[in-house]
């Protein structure tokens, strides 16, 4: 199921990665624009996973969706503290 594995690889293992990453430099972890980066990323994910498993069950809603849940990732990737954008 497309949909299972996109929530599983972006919502679970990337937030870890994240996680993780704040962690290791707690100067980050209280910063905004990581908060704004997560939350991105969260909408993100949900609205991709959402659209690939209306999009694999046949509803035309489903691909426009899943493409604005793809760009909001590729945007929450590049802005941030770990995206190297610049700070909020």
């Excluded at 959402?50 to 899943?66: F, M, Q, W």
Aim: hydrophobic share 45%; aromatic share 10%; glycine share 18%.
């Amino acid at each position: 199921m497309p949909a299972h594995a996109h929530l599983n690889l972006l919502g679970f293992v990337s937030l870890f990665l994240f996680g993780f990453y704040y962690r290791l430099q707690p100067s980050l972890d209280r910063d905004r624009a990581a908060l704004v980066q997560v939350s991105n990323w969260i909408a993100g994910t949900v609205g991709m996973a959402i659209g690939v498993g209306l999009g694999h069950t046949g509803r035309e809603a489903g691909d426009p969706l899943a493409a604005i849940g793809s760009l909001a990732v590729l945007y929450a990737s590049g802005k941030g503290p770990l995206g190297g954008g610049s700070r909020l």
